[in-house]
């Protein structure tokens, strides 16, 4: 049946193809193919599929269709920013189209919707024509009330518009609220919606992560089928199959202090010929999850586990994670090992893989590696293995080889330490805490990415496609508008289309102080990492071929790659997989590991919100030190580095005096203080808006880099109006004009 399918798909498409610039009717397909019966419903299930997929477009009121390229339009899932406007993923350049606010009609976040280009080019444009699906997902909000009348505020700030809701469903004004859309007749109207959940009040922090939850659609607990299946699962542990001992071998786990899913561990030794060999030993997933089991598909539609500030919402039952896959020490664990040999440089001679049965020596967190590294005792571990000892220190030195040779290839050195938010047992933030990026993690991170590269290499260079993890270089245009903001901060890069340009650039401000702002700006102007099953290659980390294999307890392709790897050295069809299953996969896990990291950003940002609010209540206002990011005539935007996150000082927080912009030099000139991109001020917060995520903040003391003051004298303030500056009176910005 299913090639039946495949063949009339590929007809269809042919169709198009071959006429590229005709519009075809359902009796025009049905006519020039010959179909009949079945493949005529079977048709009509194509052609939509096709239209929300982008490849064609509805003509003629919906009775016809072309190809999408052709009619200058484009269809996919409409993605909106902060600022109203939204976007649309152009399926043949994967350039982001724009939409306008005022030209998105009555489409929201998640639509499926047609947009008729309007430009095309560096900076693409468009217009929503056509509605074809509406999203399905339900949207958190606040429920408030005029006193007659009741509307949901979104929690997500990129809906622009509240929702009346014609009752309240039992939840009161105040109360958090899932609602469901039911309709939007214009923009001049409110959309409607109905309360089909009342989550508890707004102002309780205890019921954050349940909030985000519900708003990002994540799951709250497993199938009942598949905990069934997972508690069933620790028999297969006793029928390991045919399997490499390595129960002898030294080897140990390094992971945060709070985890509890070992899903990796690593070995060093050296063979008869004094290489070094590097084992690294990945929980055998696979052996436990089987391919269309009901674990396998629950684990499919999650595509990763999500990590939010409180709460871990795991890919695999508890059963499996942190049970027989994880590789607890003094316990037989089956895995999956490669192993790869090094010579004196670093570089990798030769590789093998095996399906492997292990006992962990040792379990260390980071800071105990750490310590060790140092030759310090580590906390919470009496006696330190001298084998143990060995292995790091001879693992860190292979490690410190790997990163030189990587970052010798133009490797982006874009890391960066890990900010932890502090909760109180109200659930309510104390502060961040930055958790060091240090040797111990490097060690590690190094043995994953090596493993990584030696799987992908080997199954792609022999022909196999696999669930990739594609890293593509950024945009020409992306890197002009980077090259330009560096400039203004005082930094000459040259050609950042070289990545070797940009990787010294990356390294020779490494210790700057402006390093934070400079390498932010560089990690925003970068695509998004995803997976994919037509491209390989990795920009960032500079590897031509690269995939994820270490972790399958959290991550569905890891689980992909080793059933392709498992039948590779099986010799069961050289580990191929059906084209269209890999290429499903890779979307959907793309999109289920956007959605979790999105649902962690957001539970953050709430918290932080919550955490300057708190300030402003107490009227303990705390002081950070900022970044000026960007300059405008109504103010400053900041970077906090402390905070992670961003601000704005408003010309009548920077001075109650003149203030004046200049434009072509991006600067603010208040009081004969000049703030441009890069000087480093003190802040406390003054306003906070939660609705929007938008918070004030003003000065409070000379800046740590002292802004640059001009040594021109004052001018009058009649005089400032005839030169076109802006100026304030009262703390409020009046923008004059020059006169020609």
Request: aromatic share 8%; hydrophobic share 40%.
């Amino acid at each position: 049946m299913k090639k039946i399918i495949d063949k009339e798909a590929f007809a269809i498409r042919y169709l198009f193809e071959s006429s590229p610039e005709t519009a075809w009717d359902n009796r025009a397909i049905i006519q020039t193919l010959g179909l009949r019966g079945k493949q005529i419903k079977r048709m009509s299930d194509l052609l939509y599929s096709m239209v929300r997929n982008g490849e064609i477009v509805p003509t003629r009121k919906g009775r016809a269709y072309i190809l999408a390229k052709e009619a200058d339009l484009a269809t996919g899932a409409l993605r909106m920013a902060r600022n109203g406007a939204g976007f649309v993923l152009d399926r043949d350049t994967g350039k982001a189209i724009w939409i306008e606010a005022e030209d998105l009609g009555t489409a929201l976040l998640g639509d499926i919707v047609t947009i008729r280009i309007t430009r095309r080019g560096a900076d693409p444009k468009g217009k929503v024509i056509k509605i074809v699906e509406r999203s399905a997902h339900d949207i958190v909000g606040t429920l408030l009330s005029t006193g007659k009348l009741f509307y949901v505020v979104p929690l997500n700030p990129v809906y622009r518009h509240d929702f009346a809701v014609p009752s309240t469903n039992g939840a009161r004004p105040g109360d958090r609220v899932v609602m469901r859309f039911t309709g939007w007749a214009n923009r001049h109207v409110a959309p409607e919606g109905e309360i089909v959940d009342v989550i508890g009040p707004a102002d309780k922090p205890s019921l954050d992560t349940l909030v985000v939850m519900k708003q990002f659609g994540l799951p709250e607990e497993f199938p009942v089928g598949v905990i069934a299946e997972a508690e069933k699962v620790s028999q297969r542990l006793a029928r390991p199959g045919a399997r490499e001992d390595l129960r002898k071998t030294y080897i140990i786990t390094v992971d945060p202090a709070t985890a509890r899913d070992f899903d990796d561990a690593i070995s060093l030794e050296t063979d008869a010929r004094g290489n070094r060999v590097l084992g690294v030993h990945i929980a055998d997933v696979s052996h436990f999850v089987r391919p269309d089991s009901a674990l396998d598909r629950e684990a499919r539609a999650r595509g990763t586990s999500a990590y939010l500030v409180d709460k871990v919402i795991p890919m695999l039952p508890e059963q499996l994670s942190n049970g027989v896959c994880s590789l607890r020490p003094d316990e037989d664990r089956l895995t999956f090992s490669a192993f790869m040999t090094f010579d004196g440089g670093g570089q990798m001679i030769a590789r093998r893989f095996a399906r492997t049965r292990i006992r962990s020596k040792l379990r260390l967190n980071y800071e105990q590696a750490m310590a060790i590294l140092e030759g310090k005792p580590p906390e919470g571990l009496p006696k330190v293995p001298p084998q143990a000892a060995a292995l790091l220190k001879g693992g860190w030195a292979l490690a410190a080889q790997l990163r030189q040779r990587r970052f010798s290839m133009a490797a982006l050195d874009l890391e960066v330490p890990e900010a932890e938010v502090v909760l109180d047992e109200q659930s309510r933030m104390t502060g961040i805490l930055i958790r060091p990026y240090d040797a111990s993690h490097q060690l590690i991170e190094e043995c994953m990415v090596a493993a990584n590269e030696a799987v992908a290499t080997e199954l792609w260079t022999r022909g196999t496609k696999i669930l990739a993890r594609l890293h593509e270089p950024p945009d020409e245009d992306k890197l002009d508008e980077l090259k330009t903001n560096l400039a203004l901060l005082g930094f000459h890069t040259g050609n950042l289309a070289h990545p070797q340009v940009l990787a010294k650039f990356l390294k020779d401000t490494h210790d700057h102080p402006l390093r934070y702002h400079a390498h932010t700006m560089v990690l925003r102007s970068m695509k998004r990492a995803l997976y994919s099953a037509e491209k390989i290659g990795h920009f960032g980390l500079a590897k031509a071929y690269y995939a994820h294999f270490t972790s399958p307890i959290r991550r569905y392709p890891d689980l992909v790659l080793h059933r392709q790897l498992a039948d590779y050295l099986d010799g069961k069809g050289g580990g191929q997989m059906p084209q269209d299953y890999l290429m499903g996969t890779a979307a959907l896990a793309t999109e289920r590991e956007q959605v979790a990291d999105d649902a962690s950003r957001q539970l953050i940002e709430i918290k932080k919100f919550r955490f300057l609010q708190q300030q402003l209540d107490d009227q303990k206002p705390i002081a950070y030190q900022a970044v000026v990011a960007k300059c405008t005539n109504y103010g400053v935007f900041i970077d906090i580095p402390a905070l992670a996150m961003g601000g704005l000082i408003h010309i009548s927080n920077l001075s109650n005096q003149f203030v004046r912009f200049n434009p072509s030099s991006e600067t603010l000139n208040a009081n004969g203080v000049v703030y441009r991109i890069g000087t480093v001020v003190q802040v406390h917060v003054v306003k906070v808006d939660f609705d929007a995520r938008h918070a004030d903040f003003t000065l409070i003391a000379e800046a740590a880099e002292r802004p640059e003051r001009t040594r021109r004298p004052e001018r009058t303030r009649e005089r400032k109006r005839r030169e076109g500056r802006a100026f304030t009176n009262g703390g409020q910005a009046f923008p004059t004009v020059k006169k020609r």
